[in-house]
């Protein structure tokens, strides 16, 4: 008796929680013309399955025209997979309805409107894991919600392919022409990097190819999309530059913040080792020893022990404190908005920089005049752009690459690329689920 008691208990519970689930789902994914029936655990109890039906009296939409049209026949019942919940897989029943529509003049499949003709996964699970996609990677959110890779794929797609016919057209494209990896070991493009093959002759031909491998997905965009690339960013090596006048000359090109610092870094660095060897070649006190990181990292990033040993440095009158001051006065530059101002600091900055007599230094002066429009889109993008997007973005091309290993096709990397900079609008949705 008491066995008994307990299981009456029990199925009466589940009862009202599956009655509860419905009233939740009448409020946040609720459609007129469908009602949900009954929700119940699967066999396995590993999910739960929901029926939805037609609301009595309500026509079925053809697929073809978006119009209601009479009915033909019922499909075999379909599930579409909805948000899970609590651990719990959950899918919608529906038996699809066939029309015979005058329109269209053929029996054609009804709509409905929390799905897609072709897809398993509803448009609010697919809206959900293509949100979780620009935060984790593919695989790993087809592992948190148990589901597949592919299916993740289909959701970004599903996402993305709305964003792009729904987007108001202005600048909105963003490609970072970087270190971009689309395929194990093979690199769209290089980036500062010490292997830079100007220096190994030998790997001119990966140069080339490199190049064309910009140029190629430039022209890959313009071709599955239909539409112009407004917004490069890109660093300051001669053949992007080139290659983006040629495929995108009306685009707004921007030398990225991220490339002038390390370039910069770079020759305030090549200057310490030099002024370092000659020291203890003429048998100085060895000031520069272990001084490296004390003159590249932030000051802000320095511990205090650092920052005391800069300070240190700082009192001697060597080339590399020079250059070194040089390189912190001119991060002042990016705290201009106004492109003008920005340009008044640039040009007076690299007029003092041609008057330092040390030479890496002047180098980057010299290259940054001959930029000097390309440094300066920098500050008239963000009049457009919403800030960080452009300092973020070649860390984010690669972010997204590495995340999205895997992929091997243009297809993928677009996508990928354009779910997580393209700033495109995301379908509408009933409810937020998260
Ligand atoms: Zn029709």
């Given at each position: 008796m008491p066995v008994r008691f307990i299981l009456g208990v029990r199925a009466l519970s589940t009862f009202h929680f599956m009655l509860q689930l419905i009233t939740i789902l009448n409020r946040c994914h609720h459609f007129p013309g469908f009602v949900y029936r009954r929700a119940r655990f699967s066999s396995d109890g590993k999910s739960i399955e929901i029926e939805v039906s037609p609301r009595v009296g309500s026509k079925a939409r053809c697929s073809g025209c978006h119009q209601p049209a009479p009915g033909y026949d019922r499909l075999a019942e379909r599930r579409f997979e909805f948000i899970p919940f609590w651990g719990f897989l959950v899918f919608l029943l529906y038996s699809m309805r066939r029309v015979d529509c005058p329109r269209c003049q053929a029996v054609v499949v009804e709509e409905v409107p929390w799905g897609d003709g072709k897809r398993t996964l509803t448009r609010a699970y697919m809206l959900f894991l293509a949100r979780w996609a620009r935060r984790l990677s593919w695989k790993e959110v087809a592992e948190n919600f148990r589901t597949s890779w592919d299916k993740v794929f289909d959701a970004v797609e599903h996402v993305v392919t709305y964003g792009l016919e729904h987007r108001s057209l202005g600048p909105l494209d963003a490609i970072g022409v970087?270190?971009?990896?689309?395929?194990?070991?093979?690199?769209i493009s290089h980036a500062?990097?010490?292997?830079?093959?100007r220096r190994h002759p030998s790997a001119l031909g990966g140069q080339r190819a490199d190049h064309r491998i910009v140029s190629g997905i430039l022209h890959s965009y313009r071709r599955r999309t239909g539409f112009e690339i407004c917004f490069v960013c890109s660093d300051m090596w001669e053949p992007y530059l080139k290659v983006i006048r040629e495929k995108c000359s009306e685009a707004l090109h921007i030398l990225d913040r991220f490339h002038i610092v390390a370039k910069m870094n770079k020759a305030v660095d090549e200057v310490r080792a030099g002024e370092s060897r000659r020291m203890a070649r003429e048998g100085y006190?060895?000031?520069?020893?272990?001084s490296r990181w004390l003159l590249l990292k932030r000051g802000e990033n320095l511990k205090t022990e650092q920052r005391f040993r800069l300070r240190d440095l700082l009192r001697y009158n060597l080339k590399t404190v020079r250059a070194y001051l040089l390189k912190e006065a001119f991060q002042q530059l990016w705290d201009y908005n106004s492109p003008a101002w920005a340009a008044k600091f640039l040009d007076q900055w690299c007029r003092q920089v041609m008057r330092s007599r040390i030479e890496p230094m002047k180098k980057i002066a010299r290259s940054m005049r001959e930029h000097r429009e390309l440094i300066l889109n920098y500050f008239r993008a963000q009049k457009l752009f919403s800030s960080g997007v452009v300092e973020g973005l070649n860390n984010k091309a690669k972010v997204t690459m590495r995340r999205s290993y895997g992929f091997r096709t243009f297809r993928v990397l677009e996508l990928a690329l354009y779910h997580s900079l393209g700033k495109l609008p995301e379908p509408e949705s009933p409810h937020k689920f998260f």
């Open positions: 970087d270190e971009i990896q689309y395929a194990k070991g093979h690199k500062g990097l010490p292997d830079r093959p006190q060895p000031l520069l020893k272990k």
